[in-house]
């Protein structure tokens, strides 16, 4: 499946929804992976108004989620080119989670500056 490309749409109601564009003939053959282990749960519709267009539903089944980020990966069936992810953050907060290490990072960041633009006005 050359040149495809599958942007996400929405999630709702557990089901994440994309839009498929290919150009190539017959249905389309992606496949949707959590912790490596495929998903039965995928659903292609042809967009009766547009050639090589697809409709692209992953249902996410409930017996996956859990405490921490779950990720998951929309393929290309046959080559394994990833055309699109998500994840799913539940549970309790996360200490490590990016958001509270770029504030870190930020607050350590403005530390530097103040202390070297104190440094560039004692040393003028």
């Known amino acids: 499946m050359p040149e495809a490309t599958l942007v996400k749409t929405r999630i709702q109601g557990g089901v994440w929804e994309g839009i498929l564009t290919c150009?190539?003939?017959g249905t389309p053959e992606i496949a949707a992976t959590h912790l490596g282990k495929?998903?039965?749960t995928v659903v292609l519709e042809p967009d009766p108004q547009s050639a090589g267009v697809?409709?692209?539903k992953v249902a996410i089944?409930?017996?996956l989620l859990a405490d921490g980020v779950q990720t998951f990966v929309i393929a290309e069936a046959d080559s394994g080119t990833v055309l699109n992810s998500f994840a799913i953050v539940t549970g309790e907060p996360l200490e490590d989670d990016i958001r509270g290490e770029l504030d870190l990072l930020?607050?350590?960041l403005?530390?530097?500056k103040?202390?070297?633009r104190r440094h560039?006005?004692?040393t003028m």
């Open 23 to 25: 150009k190539t003939e």
């Open 38 to 40: 495929p998903l039965k």
């Open 54 to 56: 697809w409709s692209v």
């Open 61 to 63: 089944p409930p017996e």
């Open 106 to 108: 930020r607050a350590e």
């Open 110 to 112: 403005d530390l530097l």
């Open 114 to 116: 103040r202390a070297f």
């Open 120 to 122: 560039c006005a004692e």
